[in-house]
Nanobody, 125 residues
Framework: QVQLVESGGGLVQAGGSLRLSCAASGLTFSYYAMGWFRQAPEKEREFVAA???????FYADSVKGRFTISRDNAKNTVYLEMNSLKPEDTAVYYCAAESARYRSGSRRSSDFGSWGQGTQVTVSS
């Protein structure tokens, strides 16, 4: 059974930084693409970033240049480094592992089959 556990969320002022972590178990982590999504109140879940098994990275335009996704296969962990945070980045952030239908570069939540419980990120102005 795949388990994904996010951590690192919190309250930060605009312009600040946070680093999210997602610890994975129950899967051969190095073979999986991993993604980060977020959902703000009363909004749909949206793609933030993804990293393929080979390390290729993909970003939403809204976070490109500010956020960095990375992975440590030895620790079965994927990270999201978030810099220059804005109030509009406020959301619950979810980690996800690819499903069998995933294709490299996909930004669709339906192409990710396992999800964490989420971690709250709040950016104050």
């Amino acid at each position: 059974q795949v388990q994904l556990v996010e951590s690192g969320g919190g309250l930060v002022q605009a312009g600040g930084s946070l680093r999210l972590s997602c610890a994975a178990s129950g899967l051969t982590f190095s073979y999986y693409a991993m993604g980060w999504f977020r959902q703000a109140p009363e909004k749909e879940r949206e793609f933030v970033a993804a990293i393929s098994w080979s390390g290729a990275t993909f970003y939403a335009d809204s976070v490109k240049g500010r956020f960095t996704i990375s992975r440590d296969n030895a620790k079965n962990t994927v990270y999201l480094e978030m810099n220059s945070l804005k109030p509009e980045d406020t959301a619950v952030y979810y980690c996800a592992a690819e499903s069998a239908r995933y294709r490299s570069g996909s930004r669709r939540s339906s192409d990710f089959g396992s999800w964490g419980q989420g971690t709250q990120v709040t950016v104050s102005s």
